[in-house]
């Protein structure tokens, strides 16, 4: 990355452990796609709850060269998904790698095109 990868907390405190382990799933994205330029990534905790724990939430935002940002989001939701910190973080960094997977495969021409058929070819007449 051209720019230090930056990690926010939003109503957590900063963890080192959780903070690694971005820093790990990023550097994976990195070996997979080497000319990503900047990640942004924040993580937050979007409800306090004392009986069936706290859910998580997290953003990415990946910048990449001659290409719209890609940007993912894992918010809480009713499934109770999210109530893991490491669930989240591998849910969100495996949506950023298909969709560059998908950019990678744009860019090598290897998208499925659909034949353009001309106006009413194939079709009975209509008169």
Do not use: C
């Amino acid at each position: 990355m051209q720019v230090p990868l930056q990690i926010s907390f939003e109503h957590i405190k900063p963890v080192d452990h959780i903070a690694s382990r971005v820093r790990h799933e990023a550097k994976k994205l990195e070996q997979f796609y080497d000319r990503i330029t900047s990640a942004r990534i924040v993580i937050g905790r979007a409800q306090h709850r004392h009986r069936h724990g706290d859910s998580y939430s997290i953003r990415l935002l990946i910048t990449v060269p001659s290409a719209g940002d890609i940007a993912v989001s894992r918010e809480p939701n009713a499934t109770g998904r999210h109530e893991d910190i490491n669930v989240t973080i591998s849910d969100a960094f495996a949506a950023a790698r298909r969709q560059l997977q998908d950019l990678v495969r744009k860019r090598q021409g290897q998208v499925k095109t659909h034949e353009v058929w001309p106006d009413n070819a194939g079709m009975p007449n209509a008169e």
